[in-house]
């Protein structure tokens, strides 16, 4: 079941497309990557699921509904250029955007309650906004967007702007939100974050779709099959099948080569050979990492 | 709905907790009492009764000067030289010479001061001489008694029409004076509370906590919340301005009126004393000016001006803060306001400089126009009524005061929707089309 079906989505503004025909679903409980350089239509996607602005062709199915405003109050909303009122107070704010979110008074209380002992920032109800930090202002808003516990999260660039244990700790709390059945995604172009915490990826570029699906099949869709070792002695006279691409001498002596297979090849055998020539320190499949797949998969696209 | 109520509840809230509105709803009474209080004081204490000497050599104007509130005449017989000589030792402030030959030549009259005299008290004195000599002069023209009675009688039946020239014109004052008190709150508010719109807005985009809001609220909502939130503030401070301003200026009055008792009962001591009991001022006669006040007020349909009051307040209002809501969607921070202001404030300000001449002439074709279109008509309308406008009049500027501000909000709302999430950009008028424009 998907919570989210975008089916030919086209958005035009003024000079530009900012989405040409794009088609992504969005498995419910996954973590989802929605991934692209800047200006590649990511935000203008988001809006639109946001309801902010609608695509000039096309629909979005939530949860095999079409979109509607009862849906708003189902999604949380952390937008990449963060704000909340300066002048007001902390919790004063949280519980006006709650209750624009459809909570009761109480209900939004109660539940900031809990929030404020879990992020212990008890302390912070009647401050001012202004006040505050910029990692705290971000903090609060990182509560208003999760606070109604909606059932899609939409996150862009969740952790700029934290240090390491905040991020630490966002991060914990978005694989609870995860456990718990939400389904989150995130907008990013830090790699690393995508790496260990997507399930599924989609990446946008030039306002198309460029590659999507599980992270786990895209890597092994963009599998190069090459091995590396890292070794002493003299690696040469292999068998045909086994193709040295390159020979680095590394800091401390040894030598480091990658080894393409071709397609029959099993790694097994590659390393039988190995055995036989050279002392073998390391060895292991070169997976490609989710920043290789984005920079191959933005420079295979034509120069429209 | 509920989000648009929280929206103008936030709006209320934020803006009426504020300390400069506390601040501002204190201090307007206060300065309004103030101001009243000095104008009142300095306007009872200053009643000293000026005395005016006349010699009159042509014998004809014994009882002619006739005493009032401030003035008092007093007739001398000597001649004009010791006259001028002992004035200065005297308690007159001023000297009416009037020669034997006044009738042939009137330009003789003089009048003798140690200071120069008011305006006032000169045409007084002339005018009662004047009259006299035309009197005379009449009767020397051969113009019989009974042509005298007969014209008489026409100057009667004509100052019974001029009498009520005469209420008119108090009342007219009456209308003068509210019809520019309602043009010039209605020509603050839409400044002040116009501009809060903006602000908000612009604050909003600014610190780019519009995009939550309207990942929650339609835009539209969030433009109408902010909207009617401000005018709520508007009207809170109006009510409290007229229960405080009333509250004090009763308190105020109270205790003008107990010391001007004892006052009044001091000099009506003093002039006993001095055995003058009827130039004696009367305490009674100094709520005699209030009373007229409120007598001419009272003639004018209140219930009518208070509820067109509200209403082109609230049209005025919404008119405005729609467009000046458009420019805080337009632009990226409070200093690029000013290129798109002018085409706003320049009709409010033309409106109040109208205000002045339609205050001259209620009934005239430019009151008559700008009082019908939507941008001018909150100002010049509330100039009018006061002095009565057909009902059909009011009626069509309503109508399209009406139409005017639905046609601004809709403007606005096709700007607004697409300027609070567009950053960095200087936006030029044929962008701002562009906008209105777009599916």
Redesign the interface.
Known sequence: MNIIEVRNVTKEY?SHTALDNVSISIPKGCIFGLLGPNGAGKTSLI?II????GP?SGEILFDGVPLN?NH??R?G?L?E????????KVGEQLL??A???GLSQREAMEKLKSWFIKFDIKTWWDKTIGDLSKGMQQKV?FV?TVLHEPDLIILDEPFSGFDPINANLIRDEILELKQKGSTIIFSTHRMETVEELCDHIALIHKSRKVLDGAKREIKEQFKTHTYFVEYKGHLDELDPIYQILDQKILEDGYLRSNIHLDGEANSNALLLNLLSKVEIRAFGENIPTMSDIFMKAVNEVPEA | MRNIFLVIRREYLVRVKKKSFLVMTVLGPLLFVAFYGTVFWAAVSSVDIKTVQVLDESGLFRNKFKDSETLKFEMTDTSIDSAKAAFPNSDANALVYIPANVIKSPKSVRIYAAKNVSLELKSEIEKVIEKEIEDIKLAEAGITHKILEDSRVNVNSETISLSEEGEKTSSSGAATVIGGICAFLIYMSVFIYGTQVMRGITEEKTSRIVEVIISSVKPFQLMLGKIIGVALVGLTQFVLWILLTTALTSATSAVIASKMSKESAQMAQEMKKAQMPNQGLPGGNVDNPVAEVLGAVSSLNLPLIIGCFLFYYLGGYLLYSALFGAVGAAVDNDADTQQFMLPITLPIIFSFVFAQFVLRDPDGTLAFWTSIIPFTSPIIMMVRIPFGVPAWEIALSMVLLVLGFMGTTWIAARIYRVGILMYGKKVSYKELVKWIFYK
């Open positions: 003024s809006r946001n309801q902010i602005t000039d405003p708003i109050s999604i909303y937008p250029e963060r704000g909340l009122y300066k002048k007001m006006y955007l209750q624009l979110k808003q208003s």
